[in-house]
């Protein structure tokens, strides 16, 4: 399991000291939550926190992007920094094509999918894809409630992928916590994104060290 903290619930003004706390804690990998205030109602990270990431770690870096239009915009945080990128299947027309962009950058190309959107969406794109991103909240805003029915989509997925021989990580991403983390592991994510959990404590090295521990 890696653990990608989101920056989303750090303190921005300490966002060395936060990023090098939560690497010391085990952290393996930074999130980076993009919201355009139009596909979700939030509004936050442009181009230039990515640069002020990647200047203040060695750590890959993911973005996600919870943006219209993400074919128009993808490229300048890939120049700013994202090693790891992913669009919503339900924001982007046409996927295959941003997708073979993404991997003709030398990125990891994900997709996202919201909590209510069938695995279906998934089935013709998903041998092209490096990771698939289940969203375990309704993407928008940090310290949601983690929602349990996304647990068994885990599964469903992780069995699809090893069913058709495919090498595609499942990341989560949503209300994760110290006693939910264990559970979404076991279903299959290999990749966990966590916010307040890590940071909300005021020590994220504990905060990162307490979530990789509960999975035993």
């Given amino acids: 399991m890696i653990l990608a903290p989101s920056i989303l619930a750090a303190d921005l003004g300490r966002l060395a000291e936060e990023l090098a706390a939560a690497e010391r804690g085990g952290a393996g990998m930074v999130h980076v939550d993009v919201m355009d205030g139009h596909f979700v109602p939030n509004l936050t990270f442009g181009p230039a926190i990515v640069e002020s990431v990647r200047r203040a770690t060695r750590l890959p870096i993911d973005v996600h992007l919870m943006i219209e239009n993400a074919e128009h915009r993808a490229d300048a945080f890939m120049d700013a920094g994202a090693g790891w990128v992913s669009v919503h299947v ?24 919201n909590p209510a959107t069938p695995l279906s969406s998934l089935e013709e794109i998903l041998p092209e894809l490096d990771y698939v991103l289940l969203m375990t909240v309704n993407p928008g805003y940090s310290g949601q409630e983690f929602l349990p029915a996304v647990v068994e989509k885990v599964r469903r997925l992780r069995a699809s992928v090893q069913a058709r021989g495919l090498d595609v990580k499942i990341e989560v991403d949503g209300g994760i916590a110290a006693d939910n983390i264990a559970t979404v592991v076991s279903a299959g994510a290999e990749l966990v994104v966590a916010g307040a959990a890590v940071f909300h404590g005021g020590d994220a090295e504990a905060g990162a060290r307490r979530l990789i521990e509960a999975c035993g």
């Fill in 90 to 113: 339900e924001a982007v027309t046409h996927l295959q094509r941003m997708i073979a962009h993404l991997r003709g950058r030398g990125v990891k190309a994900g997709v996202a999918v």
